[in-house]
């Protein structure tokens, strides 16, 4: 029950920006988009979320259009240390109140040297 | 400050077994949520404890069960082990059920099921 959709893969080379797109156009208006990456062999590291206004923070920038169906996460100067697999995610309430996070199957990012 | 650390890292079982898996939240965290994460896939939401209690659970069997203790710690028991249950398994914690607090994962234990 994936609500979002991601490219399997890109390519970026090193110290260029990488602007990985995301599609989540069933989101509904209390549903926060949050991205995360996992390197080889590590548990999925936090990177940014927002819910309709753009948000940076000291890793990467996150756009999300005024209909809030898209979304890209910019690494503003990519290095060879941020080839991992990118996860968008919608962050769904529940009935019970509280909240289930929707994995995709992510964009794997290789930046090249 | 120590964040979410799961054990043990590796564990490989035989088909019919049973296994615990065992979480220790970041501190301050007191929500813990039970990923699934096959090969080559993303993580899929198995549940998540709050208060002692499974508040919400994924698409997953009965054989998948857990427990959070009072210090906020969690175990994840799968019984009757199938191959199909190879993965890793993924802990991850965050504060409270209204806020907007990221999850905080650890790096998971590997599980083997020949």
């Known amino acids: 029950d994936a609500k979002t959709t991601q490219p399997p893969s890109m390519d970026c080379a090193e110290g260029r920006a990488a602007n990985l797109p995301c599609n989540h156009s069933?989101?509904?208006?209390?549903?926060?988009v949050y991205w995360y990456r996992q390197i080889h062999s590590q548990g999925p590291q936090y990177i940014i979320h927002?819910?309709?206004n753009n948000e940076t923070n000291e890793m990467a920038s996150l756009i999300i259009t005024e209909d809030r169906k898209s979304s890209t996460l910019i690494l503003p100067h990519a290095t060879l240390r941020d080839t991992a697999v990118y996860y968008c995610?919608?962050?769904?309430?529940?009935?019970?109140?509280?909240?289930?996070?929707?994995f995709g199957t992510g964009t794997r990012l290789k930046v090249l040297a | 400050d120590a964040g979410v650390t799961q054990s043990p890292t590796h564990l490989i079982k035989t088909r019919g077994q049973q296994v615990t898996l065992r979480c220790s939240p970041k501190?301050?965290?007191?929500?813990v949520s039970w990923y699934q994460q096959a090969l080559g896939q993303g993580p899929q939401f198995i549940f998540q404890?709050?208060?002692?209690?499974?508040?919400q659970r994924g698409n997953f069997p009965d054989r998948f069960s857990g427990h959070q203790f009072p210090n906020y710690s969690s175990e994840l028991n799968v019984n009757a082990l199938l191959l199909g249950d190879s993965a890793l398994y993924l802990c991850?914690?965050?504060?409270?059920?209204?806020?907007?607090?990221?999850?905080?994962f650890g790096n998971g234990t590997r599980l083997t099921v020949t």
């Open positions: 404890y709050y208060e002692e209690e499974e508040r």
């Open positions: 501190s301050g965290h007191d929500t």
């Open positions: 995610i919608v962050r769904v309430p529940t009935t019970s109140g509280t909240y289930k996070y929707i």
């Open positions: 069933t989101i509904s208006g209390n549903e926060y």
């Open positions: 991850a914690s965050s504060y409270g059920q209204g806020y907007n607090s990221p999850l905080h």
């Open positions: 927002g819910l309709k």
